[in-house]
């Protein structure tokens, strides 16, 4: 277990140190939010369906949650590059706590930055449910150990940033457009419908709506919550198990 804790400090405290990063990292949820959030809200609302700033909030908090913690697997390239990898893998320690901490450390710095991300959105002007920001952090905490596994079962098979970055580039993008983050889902037709309802960030986002009291929520949270724990713990097993396979 101290093994699993001390990887999990070294990624938390990485992210806290550098102010510049965390800084930085807000810079795209806060252009999504205000500029979409308040230039689109008038044609939403002319709609039929409602504040549209009060929509997309959740959608762009579940953005922040999901590009930090898949993107925590590019830490494990940086590892490789500098040597750290190779270090930790030759330790007495088994490759799944090395996983987990890393995993964890990774879901961790996600839901902060999710949590700055949600603390701009108040002071822009969402007004959520506020007794239910403990079960929308609950749905936080699904979506980054979800991504943060995705990322680690990539990156253990990459070996340059140039690969990582154009599966990355192909995968997150559209993950996250296809999650219903700008759109309600409910109003999807035709393929479209079946695709948005494949991809494990739409639960997590709706989730989120539907415990903040946002409108247009397609989906039952418990839905929301039974497919993210699932698909969750299937990307746990398999980031795990291409993890143990990683070569320094």
Not at 31 to 36: K, N
Not at 184 to 213: C, E, H, Q
Not at 223 to 247: N, T
Request: aromatic share 12%; with cysteine.
């Amino acid at each position: 277990m101290s093994a699993i804790y001390i990887l999990w400090l070294r990624e938390v405290k990485r992210y806290t140190r550098s102010r510049a990063q965390i800084v930085a990292s807000l810079g795209q949820p806060m252009l999504y939010l205000l500029v979409l959030g308040f230039g689109l809200g008038p044609v939403f609302k002319r709609a039929g369906n409602g504040d549209y700033f009060q929509f997309i909030a959740p959608g762009v908090i579940g953005m922040s949650v999901l590009f930090s913690s898949i993107f925590s697997g590019l830490g494990l390239l940086w590892d490789r590059q500098f040597g750290f990898l190779k270090e930790t893998l030759v330790a007495p320690v088994s490759r799944l706590q090395i996983m987990i901490g890393r995993t964890l450390g990774g879901a961790t710095v996600a839901c902060i930055q999710g949590l700055l991300v949600m603390l701009i959105c108040l002071l822009a002007g969402f007004r959520p449910h506020f007794s239910a920001i403990p079960l929308a952090l609950g749905y936080m905490v699904l979506i980054a150990l979800l991504f943060a596994a995705l990322g680690m079962a990539i990156g253990s098979g990459l070996q340059d940033m140039q690969g990582f970055q154009l599966i990355m580039n192909f995968l997150v993008l559209p993950i996250y457009f296809l999650s219903g983050a700008m759109f309600p889902l409910s109003d999807t037709k035709n393929f479209l419908k079946y695709i948005t309802r494949a991809d494990p960030l739409s639960y997590g986002i709706d989730g989120m709506r539907n415990v903040l009291g946002a409108p247009n929520a397609a989906f039952d949270p418990r839905l929301d919550f039974i497919v993210l724990v699932v698909v969750g713990a299937i990307l746990l097993v398999f980031g795990a198990y291409r993890f143990s396979k990683i070569e320094a």
